[in-house]
């Protein structure tokens, strides 16, 4: 079963725009993770925030963490055709080293 | 460096066949997951290697799904007598550590699909 929901299910934006995407869970975690999947193909990891980390930069993407409110959000920065994708966010929990996967955030950056 | 690969990349079977998915991990790697995907909808965990050992296999939907990985590298998952259901894209990932909290290297997946 997925462990959370994301919001929104689809977004379409014109490039240069920001994007944001959020992600809810329902357990206790110790990390969090984001992964991008483009059309048919497999994951690819963006970012990792740790449960006492509340902010965390790569380049063009801001995550936030609040572990009181059981969410985190993605946000990428001055967007472009080429982040169009699915994005999910995942989490571990206390269960070892298994992902568990919310539903995604379909993203369309239209040029 | 190679990556994660997967084969086949598609396969169609007819209703009732055994199928066989192989996962070539990333070198090294100890931990090996496979997660199935359904169209729509996030990746959801199958079962979980470290080394040779399945550590945990609660994800298998029925007893007609097996995993092996017997020389601590290369993995297949088996389906026996496939059913529509089980018409999904099957994702492999490998991990270098046996804990969570690190990035997992996904393969391109095998889309089967049951007629």
């Known amino acids: 079963s997925q462990q959370g929901e994301e919001d929104p299910q689809a977004l379409s934006i014109q490039e240069g725009e920001n994007a944001t995407m959020n992600c809810s869970y329902k357990t206790s975690i110790n990390n969090l993770q984001w992964y991008r999947q483009n059309s048919g193909r497999g994951l690819v990891h963006l970012i990792l925030i740790r449960s006492n980390e509340r902010e965390k930069h790569s380049g063009r993407l801001r995550v936030t963490l609040d572990t009181s409110k059981k969410s985190s959000s993605l946000l990428i920065t001055a967007s472009r055709a080429a982040d169009t994708a699915s994005y999910f966010c995942?989490?571990?929990?206390?269960?070892?080293?298994?992902?568990?996967f919310g539903q995604g955030t379909e993203l369309s950056v239209k040029p | 460096g190679a990556g994660v690969s997967q084969s086949p990349r598609y396969k169609v079977a007819k209703r009732g066949q055994d199928v066989a998915l192989r996962c070539d991990p990333i070198s090294g790697h100890v931990s090996l997951f496979w997660y199935q995907q359904a169209l729509g909808q996030g990746p959801e965990f199958l079962t979980y290697?470290?080394?040779?050992?399945?550590?945990?296999k609660s994800g298998l939907p029925s007893d007609r799904f097996f995993a092996e990985r017997p020389e601590g590298s290369v993995s297949t998952l088996k389906i026996q007598r496939t059913q529509q259901e089980d018409s999904a894209v099957y994702l492999c990932a490998s991990s270098l550590y046996t804990s969570g909290g690190y990035e997992q290297y996904f393969g391109p997946g095998t889309r089967l699909t049951v007629t």
């Open positions: 995942a989490t571990d929990g206390n269960q070892g080293g298994k992902l568990i």
């Open positions: 290697f470290q080394n040779e050992a399945q550590l945990d």
